[in-house]
């Protein structure tokens, strides 16, 4: 069998240069106070957990500016109050609600407003389906919904729980059949809770995942250790640095996505960690070198590529700077300095770690250098099974790399034809689970209303005179009732509880009317019900007989639409930013400009064919409205730019080498061991964002499905198939405009003679009879 070494000559021409030898040489001499310095990081970050107040980052997912939440604010100042409510007790009997009870809690609603509670309740406004608010309306005097209005200033936890409050004294009797506080404030209060219980979870799961894996790749109980304890100190001050960004640069990652940025950073210091290990195993095997000289040549030849790699993936995922939209616009710094982080603890502490214990990381197996070349553990560790050196092989045959190129790109377009028909939506109380309070709650409010009912939209409506156009408002609600995807509109055609000022302001300056959507509120199809009427409002307006006057919308089905539509009008500027910024890393580390052009594209058709299938999965077999609106984003910045880290240490081998041999004979000697790494990495990515789907909160399921599938097809498909093949049909062009692969002219020949050598062995290894 051939000798697979990922660290052959070019390993030590890399270490020979001055900087990365000297560097090298230092890390290993400096080992234990490397260690002990780390260690010493470690216990000071966790004996003082960081608290720089810096605010509730909850809240940022939702945009504070843009027209709806304009429009809000100019409610308040014309109404005192707004009409939107984001938080609601909901009381519902299938069997009825008597009257009393009916009758009982419209009052205790209307009597706060009187003589109010206390902080944070500023008002409430009562309304009983004693009537048939709406045409598909199914049931009457079942249900009794209290919106609750809040002050601005108290945040999720303090308004769910001051509804809680409301109803242990107002509604405490045993037929008042409160179900529960329904609306979005409630159902993000709940989501922070669910993340707060199961994040300890998905970090222990994922650890133990990570120790299994790493540890059967290796056989070795003491490799994951390595890269547990340096993922573990990672976690620790990404967490601690975090917090610092948030409350002096206010850079930060809304509360709801940590749990993403701990998978991250436990992914990458373990695919670091395997980049590394592999490296020493192959130095230590090649030349039965000291544990100096093989951490010398291994640090000094991977921690470029390491360095490359990382800083590629930072830079991919802090173009999220170009967008406008707020979320985005403070998560991007926010993921590359995570990643930042986890660079800085893999190229120190573990190359130390590694110089301490030597060959005893790869205990309980034997030192690599007692080892016989053809040693079957060999094979095991090194990653040079029979079916990757077929491989191997059979990619440096060009009809077998045409082939292969061929197939794996139909796959991979056919996998991405259902992001055609993706739609994206900010769903806070559809993601929680069936069994959660709020769910059930805006299921009973449901049941006894219509589906918006919990998070209904208020239209604005500003111009002179309004408290003389009665009969215009009450046919403007006509007209309104009438579009699709509008269940009713609570206005002035209905008896509405005597709250003053409630429908028409004192001045006569603006109206408003509660418009309540026929679909779930903040989903993908009420957003576009709501895109729909908003396109359509003036000409309404004009038909009533109220042309020239300004109509907004504001609620959270707006601040959604909002959202929404701001995120996919970033998706230009993000992407152009992403595709250059991978680009151009790739180009300079690569220096060339060819192949970094093709490999990039591979990455994108790779991240279409994992959107494709996650929203085929979410939405054609589990029957969702859409996707989370940012799952779609975030999962494309990381995805490419992982995808270009795996592309630096692969490539990047198969380019060292070819400077001393003949490009296949590269491709055939760095694919076993590059392959064993980066699907290794790749494994123990793909389980760290996998973990998330343990996290009851949909939209952290559709991260899990959407990173772990486009992490094994980059893997498995692109980097140890689509990879070599393009290196392949390309040749020596691959490096245009350098010509570094072609030292000499006499290797152009010596090139085509390697591939038809190769061609027939893989031919040969092909039909060969298995015993």
Not at 443 to 457: K, R
Request: proline share 6%.
């Amino acid at each position: 069998m051939t000798r697979a070494s990922s660290a052959p000559e070019s390993a030590t021409a890399g270490a020979g240069h001055g900087l990365l030898r000297g560097y090298a040489r230092l890390t290993y001499r400096l080992r234990w106070p490397i260690i002990v310095v780390w260690a010493l990081v470690a216990i000071a970050l966790f004996t003082n957990p960081p608290d720089f107040g810096g605010g509730d980052e909850t809240e940022s997912l939702m945009p504070l500016s843009g027209a709806a939440a304009q429009a809000e604010l100019r409610d308040v100042q014309h109404f005192g109050f707004p009409l939107s409510s984001r938080t609601a007790v909901v009381q519902h009997d299938p069997n009825g609600l008597s009257l009393a009870v009916q009758a009982e809690s419209v009052l205790d609603a209307l009597s706060i407003n009187q003589h109010p509670v206390g902080w944070p309740i500023l008002g409430a406004m009562p309304l009983a389906n004693t009537v048939r608010w709406f045409d598909d309306q199914s049931e009457l005097g079942t249900t009794v919904i209290t919106y609750l209005f809040m002050a601005p200033d108290a945040d999720f936890g303090e308004q769910h729980t001051a509804a809680r409050q409301y109803y242990y004294r107002f509604l405490d009797r045993p037929e008042d059949a409160v179900v529960g506080v329904a609306g979005s404030v409630p159902a993000r209060a709940q989501q922070g809770w669910l993340l707060s219980v199961n994040v300890p979870r998905v970090e222990a799961l994922t650890l133990g995942a990570i120790f299994i894996l790493v540890g059967f790749a290796f056989r070795s109980v003491v490799v994951p250790l390595i890269a547990l304890g340096a993922s573990g100190i990672a976690v620790f001050a990404t967490t601690w640095l975090l917090e610092l960004a948030s409350a002096v640069m206010d850079i930060g990652a809304p509360a709801e996505l940590r749990p993403l940025l701990i998978a991250l950073i436990l992914g990458i210091v373990t695919d670091y960690t395997v980049f590394y290990v592999v490296g020493f195993g192959a130095e230590l095997r090649k030349n039965r070198a000291s544990i100096e000289e093989a951490i010398v040549a291994s640090v000094g030849s991977y921690t470029p590529i390491i360095v490359a790699a990382g800083l590629t993936v930072a830079a991919g995922t802090a173009v999220l700077l170009v967008a406008e939209e707020q979320f985005f616009h403070a998560f991007g710094p926010a993921m590359a300095l995570t990643i930042l982080v986890g660079l800085l603890i893999s190229v120190t502490l573990v190359p130390a770690l590694m110089s301490v214990l030597g060959p005893k990381v790869f205990w309980p197996r034997r030192d690599p250098r007692l080892l016989d070349r053809d040693d079957e553990s060999t094979a095991v560790e090194t990653g040079s099974s029979g079916l990757t050196v077929w491989l191997a092989n059979a990619m440096v045959r060009k009809p077998a790399a045409a082939l292969a190129l061929v197939v794996c790109t139909l796959l991979l377009v056919a996998a991405s034809l259902p992001l055609m028909n993706i739609k994206l939506g900010a769903d806070f109380s559809g993601a929680l689970p069936p069994d959660n309070s709020v769910s059930e709650a805006n299921q009973a409010a449901v049941a006894g209303f219509a589906p918006g009912i919990t998070s209904p939209t208020t239209l604005l409506i500003e111009g002179d005179g309004l408290n003389n156009r009665q009969s215009e408002l009450i046919e403007l609600q006509r007209l309104i009732e009438a579009k699709p995807g509008i269940a009713g509109v609570i206005g002035p055609s209905q008896q509405l509880p005597r709250i003053p000022n409630l429908m028409v302001s004192r001045d006569g300056q603006a109206a408003r009317m509660l418009v309540v959507l026929d679909n779930t509120p903040l989903g993908a199809r009420a957003i576009a019900d709501l895109s729909d009427l908003r396109a359509d409002i003036d000409g309404l307006g004009a038909q009533a007989g109220l042309p020239g006057y300004q109509f907004s919308f504001t609620g959270d089905s707006a601040l959604a639409e909002g959202l929404v539509t701001g995120t996919i009008n970033d998706l230009g500027r993000i992407a152009l930013a992403l595709f250059v910024v991978n680009f151009l890393l790739l180009a300079i580390f690569l220096r060339a400009l060819l192949a970094p052009l093709f490999l990039l594209l591979s990455s994108v058709l790779a991240l279409t064919a994992s959107l494709g299938i996650t929203t085929y999965v979410f939405m054609e077999v589990l029957g969702e409205e859409g996707l989370t609106f940012y799952v779609p984003f975030a999962a494309a910045v990381l995805l490419v730019a992982l995808g270009s880290d795996y592309n630096i240490f692969g490539v990047g081998r198969m380019w060292e080498l070819a400077r001393s041999m003949t490009l296949p004979e590269a491709i055939r000697q760095a694919m076993p061991e590059t392959s064993k790494a980066i699907t290794t990495a790749g494994l123990a990515l793909a389980v760290s964002f996998g973990m998330l789907a343990v996290i009851p909160v949909t939209s952290f399921r559709e991260l899990a499905v959407a990173m772990s599938i486009g992490i094994l097809i980059d893997s498995f498909l692109v980097r140890s198939v689509m990879m070599p093949a393009m290196l392949t049909l390309m040749g020596r062009y691959s490096a245009w405009p350098n010509r570094r692969l072609l030292p000499h002219d006499r290797l152009r020949h010596a090139e085509e003679q390697e591939a038809r050598k190769y061609s027939n062995e893989a031919l040969k290894e092909l039909w060969r009879p298995r015993r």
